[in-house]
């Protein structure tokens, strides 16, 4: 692991404007810069990046964060891989923690095993271009399938000679050991007693053309082999095994080079093979990947999820194989994803499609023949249910099950809605099929038998959502004033109780002066009142902050930005950079004076508490009021009402006073 001091020499010293400016075109803008999204297509600039803050906000999206959470979004990049990125440019030594001889040799042994596997990659790619039988064999195959020459470099892509050793015999040449050559599945060990070792080993790849496949950052996992004899023993296709740094369920080829184009265009091509994912790149389609020829897994869909919530499948026309890979649909519905699918015509694939076409006519029928899986599914299973009633009934029940997957409710309906379209019956039998797949579900999810719930009408829960968002709401305008102001301090103007001096007077509010620092005020007043966040994130941000005070008394807000938890680093730069929005609109050149909120700082923070108790007296009187439960109960519980009903009354009067 990165150790601690590490991670905060790296935060030191990168500055977000310079890397972010490597891969965004960056403009000044007072005291902070602005550039167009690299997350959506658009003319009006509305990415900001603060270097005084170290911190970027992407208004079109809504994404923010530091320096290193925009290398996990832009590059996406895993955290320690964006802290090795950045400490690589800024030439910062690592150190690692104390780790257990069992840890460190596991992490030894993958990066063993990576190292291994790189040299692979180069070794083989020189083969395919400066070796004879590596050009006549290999490079010939590639130029056939009418790849270019900077694509198969782009690709890394090699050729094995047709020799039992020649990889293993260089590799030991060079110092690799034979463990880990025989780990990545690179070399195939076998006992031989007649040998003077006891082992005899021989390439794994012997005589194929070989497609190197990468992780998400780029880094050689294994390799996919095509043999290009007609020896039929041999298969057509040869993967590398599973090893301890590939797991063929986890890996998608092209994820790395397509990743930053998938986010773009928010939309995921999912294709068979490897030459299906190259030619399309070739194409300039480059929000491209393949899943390899296995079945999709939820974790490969995951892998995409990471970068779009979008995806379409691609199917040959091969009936029979659609059919056969139907079921990834479902798996993609589960995931909560949108998911469309095209087919091409008879007897070609996204290959040899994307070889026959244009750009602009290979994207133009990907736009236009895209189809809804319910379209697709319609389509595809009518032409086996005929007119046969029974087999129609099972197509609709297909259908449902589809869209029982579909974690959305709002989607259910609409979907509902439209297999009530196109097969002609009643959205009721649908619903009514839909709600007993649920009770299923549910039944097997947890082993006991359901029962049927009594229905409220929506309206009835209206009320009580809009007041956990006011609860939200105020709980937000806390942590915002908390992380913008909570070291100032500042004159707060109270109203205190002061008691009558007889039956004949009412209570008075004394007005009270008096000076604290905004963090400790809001602290003293949540804690008087046992306050606590319903919001997770607000509550860990608010802990942070109470414990930077009680250590430092003071708040360090660039500690917060740069926290290892995302969610509390990037709740922290969202508001920081909502607080600078106002920059993009180029308000300096309309000479809009922008009032400064400080003047008004001691009624923004009393107003926040004195709405957040409101809010929280009033979710207690309808707690009070729905617990009724029986006459004895009544007179108690009204007297409890009537209490925090004058307590709220208060509220609105300190409310109303506050200046």
């Known amino acids: 692991m990165i150790s601690r001091s590490s991670i905060d020499r790296v935060f030191e010293t990168a500055r977000v404007e310079e890397v972010i400016g490597e891969f965004v075109q960056l403009k ?21 990046v603060s270097p005084v803050k170290q911190i970027w906000k992407d208004f079109s999206t809504g994404k923010g964060g530091n320096v290193v959470t925009f290398l996990m979004e832009h590059e996406h990049y895993s955290y320690p891989e964006a802290i090795r990125y950045l400490a690589k440019k800024y030439n910062i030594e690592i150190e690692e923690t104390e780790q257990t001889e069992e840890q460190k040799q596991q992490a030894d042994e993958r990066e063993s095993m990576f190292l291994v596997s790189e040299f692979a990659r180069d070794y083989f790619q020189d083969i395919l271009l400066n070796n004879e039988q590596g050009k006549a064999i290999g490079l010939s195959y590639f130029k056939e399938r009418g790849f270019t020459k900077e694509t198969i470099k782009k690709f890394q892509l090699g050729y094995a000679l047709n020799e039992w050793e020649a990889f293993t015999t260089e590799a030991l040449n060079k110092g690799y050991n034979l463990k880990y050559l025989e780990a990545t599945g690179l070399t195939i060990v076998k006992q031989d007693l007649l040998s003077s070792t006891g082992t005899k080993q021989f390439d794994r790849f012997k005589g194929r053309v070989l497609f ?15 043999i290009l004899t007609n020896d039929k023993k041999a298969a057509k296709y040869l993967n590398s095994p599973e090893s301890e740094i590939y797991h063929k369920s986890n890996i998608l080829y092209g ?119 319910i379209n697709f599914k319609v389509s595809l299973l009518m032409e086996d249910a005929q007119q046969d009633p029974v087999k129609k009934a099972g ?21 509902i809605q439209e297999c009530s379209r196109i097969m002609d019956i009643s959205e009721t039998v649908l619903f009514s099929e839909l709600a007993q797949l649920d009770k299923k579900e549910r039944r097997e999810a947890s082993g006991k038998p359901i029962y049927r719930e009594t229905s409220k009408p929506i309206l009835q829960k209206t009320p009580e959502f809009e007041k956990v968002n006011e609860l939200t709401k105020y709980e937000r305008e806390i942590i915002r004033i908390l992380l913008l102001y909570g070291n100032n301090k500042v004159d707060f103007v109270d109203f205190v109780a002061v008691e009558p001096t007889s039956e004949h007077e009412e209570y008075q509010l004394k007005k009270e002066h008096f000076q604290n620092v905004v963090s400790k005020e809001i602290y003293l007043n949540l804690h008087d009142d046992e306050v606590e966040f319903t919001d997770e994130v607000f509550k860990q941000v608010y802990f942070e902050v109470i414990d930077q005070l009680n250590q430092n008394e003071a708040i360090s807000v660039d500690s917060l930005v740069n926290h290892s938890n995302n969610e509390i680093s990037n709740l922290v730069t969202n508001i920081l950079m909502d607080d600078e929005k106002h920059i993009l609109s180029n308000w300096e050149r309309k000479d809009i004076f922008i009032k400064s909120k400080e003047s008004d700082l001691s009624k923004m923070v009393l107003d926040a508490i004195y709405n957040l108790r409101r809010v929280l007296i009033e979710q207690k009187i309808s707690a009070l009021i729905s617990n009724l439960k029986d006459e004895e109960e009544r007179e108690q519980v009204l007297e409890s009402v009537v209490n925090y009903t ?14």
Do not use: W
């Open 255 to 373: 994820i790395n080079f397509a990743k930053q184009t998938i986010a773009k265009e928010d939309n995921c091509y999912l294709v068979e093979g490897y030459t299906d994912v190259i030619s399309f790149h070739q194409s300039g389609i480059e929000n491209v990947v393949s899943s390899s020829g296995t079945a999709l897994t939820e974790n490969q869909i995951r892998l995409i999820n990471r970068l779009t919530k979008n995806i379409t499948i691609l199917f040959d026309g091969d009936a029979a194989g659609i059919r056969a890979s139907i079921r990834g649909i479902d798996l993609i519905l589960e995931q909560g994803m949108n998911v469309k699918v095209l087919t091409f015509p008879d007897g070609e694939d996204p290959d040899s499609f994307a070889k026959k076409v244009s750009k602009e006519e290979l994207k133009n029928y990907l736009t236009t023949n895209a189809k809804d899986f």
């Open 28 to 48: 000044k803008a007072g005291s902070n810069f602005k550039g167009l999204s690299p997350f959506s297509e658009e003319r009006t600039p509305s990415f900001m």
């Open 395 to 415: 197509l609709i029940r297909d259908i449902v099950i589809s869209i029982s997957k579909i974690p959305d409710r709002i989607q259910r309906e609409v979907y």
């Open 212 to 226: 190197p496949i990468h992780s998400m950052s780029g880094r050689v996992l294994g390799f996919g082999g095509r």
């Open 646 to 659: 004058n307590l709220k009354q208060r509220l609105f009067e300190r409310l109303n006073r506050v200046v």
